[in-house]
């Protein structure tokens, strides 16, 4: 059973515009959670993270929101560029073990 | 620059074979980690280390086995391969402060035929 889902298989976006990639999860024992970027042939790289006990946390063009009591995350990309095309992998955990969820690709249109 | 190093980009094997996958980092982390990814389902553990010898069962574990010998390398067994486990194999390894995210190899395509 997944514990952590993203329900939008893919996301088309013209490029300068914002990209807003969602995810949610089931367990509330998750204390930190991830967004990966995934290119083809390659490993996924970590792109931003965030604690269970902050809401927001930016970083460059890419900021994270997460509301706890909805046990939702969001990754924002503005203004959204080509070389942001990718697959992008929502992660949660607590102590060792990080649970993925399913991915979502975002193409961004010129 | 950090990095995590799986030995083989490709693999072809037949149904019933015995399949090593290497894991090597430089990077003096403690925790190693294999995922397996499949459309649809992206990313599952199948057995993760946090530190040398140690070893434990991710979320599925069945059919695989894990070795580590030394810090630096964590092998990923597939004691009798089978058509269900063609896959992408992601190696990753972290450093103790969970903080900070995974480092993760290319990854190994596996097929089994």
């Known amino acids: 059973d997944q514990q952590v889902k993203q329900n939008s298989p893919s996301l088309s976006v013209q490029e300068g515009r914002i990209s807003i990639l969602n995810c949610d999860y089931t367990?509330?024992?998750?204390?930190?959670f991830l967004w990966y970027k995934k290119y083809p042939a390659e490993g996924p790289t970590f792109l931003i993270s965030i604690s269970s006990i902050k809401d927001k946390n930016e970083d460059g063009r890419f900021t994270v929101f997460l509301n706890k009591s909805a046990k939702h995350l969001s990754l924002h990309i503005v203004p959204s560029q080509p070389g942001d095309s990718a697959v992008y992998f929502c992660?949660?955990?607590?102590?060792?073990?990080?649970?993925f969820g399913a991915g979502t690709t975002v193409t961004v249109r010129a | 620059d950090v990095k995590v190093t799986q030995s083989s980009r490709y693999l072809v094997k037949r149904t019933g074979e015995k399949v090593f996958l290497e894991c090597v980092q430089d990077m003096d982390h403690e925790n190693m980690f294999w995922y397996r990814q499949d459309p649809g389902l992206g990313l599952r553990l199948i057995y993760f280390?946090?530190?040398?010898?140690?070893?434990e069962k991710g979320d599925i574990p069945e059919g695989y086995s894990v070795s580590r010998e030394k810090k630096e390398r964590f092998s990923l067994i597939l004691e009798s391969a089978s058509t269900n486990q063609t896959s992408m194999y992601l190696c990753?390894?972290?450093?103790?402060?969970?903080?900070?995210?995974?480092?993760f190899g290319s990854g190994t395509r596996l097929t089994v035929v």
């Open positions: 280390s946090y530190d040398v010898k140690m070893k």
């Open positions: 992660a949660a955990g607590n102590d060792y073990k990080l649970s």
């Open positions: 367990n509330s024992m998750f204390d930190y």
């Open positions: 990753a390894s972290r450093r103790g402060d969970k903080v900070y995210g995974y480092t």
